[in-house]
Structure formats: C-alpha cells, structure tokens
C-alpha cells in the first residue's frame, strides 16, 4: 500500500528483543511459559464479560493511532472466536519498500505485535492468531524486480514464523479466489489524492505516478474483496489512517495501529536498515507503496 498518514520521525530505538527470545517465549501469539494453569483461561465455562476484556486488552492507545472505524463488529468477531474457544483472529497487509533483506525496524514492528497478542493471551487463553499477507502485487506493480521482493518475503516469513505468526503471498490469496469481481466505480477524490502523494514518492513503475495511482486503487479493489472472501472472521490491521478506509475489506473491522511503537506510525518498511527514513534519489522523488 501507499505510505500514508502522519508518520513521525524515524527513531533508532532496538527493542531489544531477539528473534530468539521471541521462539521461546511466543507460540501463536501465546506466552508459553503460561500455558499450563493459565489463570487467564475462564473457569467453569462462564465466558460472560471475557470478549469485552479481550477487546480493552488490545484497543488502547498503546498500540491504536485512533480509535477503530467499527468495534461493535470487532467485538462481535471476538465473542464468536470465544464461543469456539479459537485465537482471536487478525490479519494486515505487510508491504515492501527498497531494501531486498530483513532489518531492525521491521522486527521491531513484529514485536510490537507479538506484544499485542501477548495482552490478548494475559486475558484469554487461546491467545490471538496473526496472518500477515505479503504484498507481492503491490511490490511488483511499484516497479520492485523478483530478485529483491523473494528474499525480503523469505526474511519476513522466516522472522514472522518465530513470533508465531502465519504468512501468506497475497497473489495467492487472489488466485485462490474464484469469483466475479466487478468494480466500475471511480476512486473517491481524497483517497485518489493521497495515493497520488504516495505515488510521487515510491512509484517506480511504468507511466506517471498519477498512473501508478489509479492502478494502484483498482488493484486494491480487487484484493479487498478477496481479503474479505479469504478471512471473513478477521479483524484487519493497518498502519494507515481512516482517510483511506475504502482501501479495506468493507465487511471487517479495522484496527488503526501504530507501527513500531506508541506514537510512531512509519511502516517498517519504508525504514533504512539504519534506522533513517529512506532517501530516494532526486529521479525517485516522484516515485509508490505496500
């Protein structure tokens, strides 16, 4: 997706936790060292108030950059996951930006998650499965080669996967889709304007960045009915802002967080190996996006 929304400066903070600290301390989102005699898990099978205790867990202004366009749906989506004694499911768009290897700032945003999940495990059992969707449609239509988008997805998968989180290429997620998919409907002005921003700034494909643009958005359209096909039962993470909502599965809720810590909402991506925004050469300063 197109960076959008208002990032900060970029910061050179470590977590400080390892991909090995995450092995041992998280599976699928639950801390093992707890999973035993959990006092979290509900007794007796009284599950009354426990989705809504799911809910604050998370929806705090320690992950969210504002507040989410739908809990009531949210909540609702967390009570059936309850109900099954299942994770609390969540899935998000993980892009990419110029660099072909893993770094510092994109653990830090896998564990910022793991973080999330973990306050849903201190809550609830069953803990909370993450599914990030790697999107090599979105890199591809920026003008990114193979030789670089395969390795940095093979990083993030391998990175991903220590945390206990699933991936999966969203070019899979659309060819596994069978279905008519109709969209003559023109882009609303305020998003178009902000992908256009975006475009002038990572758009490294063929035509204008206003053609980036457009592709972009029918592109998206496409892959939001597919999301919503694919994982109907989710709730759905951006690091972006409510002014691009209709980029999004219109029938799940969203959570607007932020990126790799409270306040700070640049996607790792987009980040330097270094810890410093990416500089792109004066010919790429029109130049898009996930």
């Known amino acids: 997706m197109f960076e959008t929304g208002n990032g900060e400066a970029v910061v050179r903070s470590n977590s400080g936790v390892t991909d090995q600290d995450h092995s041992s301390r998280f599976v699928g989102g639950r801390n093992i060292h707890r999973l035993h005699g959990d006092p979290a898990k509900p007794k007796g099978g009284n599950l009354a ?25 949210m ?13 609390v499911p969540f899935v998000l768009y993980w892009g990419k930006g110029l660099r ?23 809550v609830y059992a069953p803990g909370a499965q993450v599914q990030l969707l790697l999107t090599d449609t979105h890199a591809q239509l920026n003008g990114h080669e193979q030789h670089t988008i395969d390795p940095y997805y093979a990083d993030i998968a391998a990175a991903a996967e220590r945390r206990g989180f699933a991936t999966r290429r969203l070019s899979d997620v659309n060819r596994s889709v069978n279905d ?33 643009a457009a592709a972009y958005y029918k592109l998206n359209m496409l892959e939001k009915h597919t999301v919503e096909i694919s994982y109907p039962r989710s709730i759905f993470i951006t690091f972006n802002g409510s002014e691009v909502r209709d980029l999004f599965p219109d029938s799940l809720p969203v959570f607007y967080m932020y990126s790799l810590k409270r306040g700070f909402s640049v996607k790792p991506w987009f980040i330097d190996a270094d810890g410093t925004a990416t500089r792109l050469p004066e010919l790429h300063d029109a130049a898009p996006c996930h």
């Open 75 to 87: 909540l609702e989506l967390i009570s059936e996951a309850v109900n099954r004694n299942e994770p």
């Open 100 to 122: 072909a290897e893993i770094a510092d700032p994109d653990k830090q945003c896998l564990d910022f998650l793991a973080t999330l999940t973990h306050r849903v495990r201190d």
């Open 49 to 73: 108030g426990l989705p809504e205790k799911i809910l604050k867990a998370f929806n705090t202004w320690a992950f969210k950059r504002q507040q989410p366009d739908d809990p009531k749906r």
């Open 180 to 212: 008519a998919w109709n969209n003559e409907g023109d882009a609303p002005e305020h998003v178009l304007n902000s992908l256009r921003a975006s475009a002038r700034k990572w758009y490294r494909g063929g035509g204008s960045a206003d053609d980036g």
